[in-house]
């Protein structure tokens, strides 16, 4: 006899839960940024969406909780005093990204 997955939504015409989805905040100088290249020692290169390289760099409090792969879309936060090197403050779901998307905010 087969298990069956526990399919809560298929079929059943109940809506899907919203999610809400983080984006970068003009304020706060974030950019949206995709990841080039694992550097080595919590440092990656990233390709921001205002056309900038930047080396990333990803801070203590997140590093074992935010596992970073190459073509991952994140947040970046430039630096104040070296615009070419930025930390990582948020990592995004395939779902969020595929919602990004479809709302505008890559540019692919």
Known sequence: MRKSKNNANKGTGEPQAVTR???PRKDKNEVLATVVTLMGGSRVKLHCMD?????GRIPGSKKKRMWVREGDIVI???WNVQDSKA???WKYTRPQVDWLDRKGYLQR
Do not use: W
Not at 51 to 55: A, D, P, T, Y
């Open 21 to 23: 989805v983080r984006v």
């Open 51 to 55: 056309g900038n390289s930047r080396m």
């Open 76 to 78: 970046a936060e430039p």
């Open 87 to 89: 930390d990582i403050v």
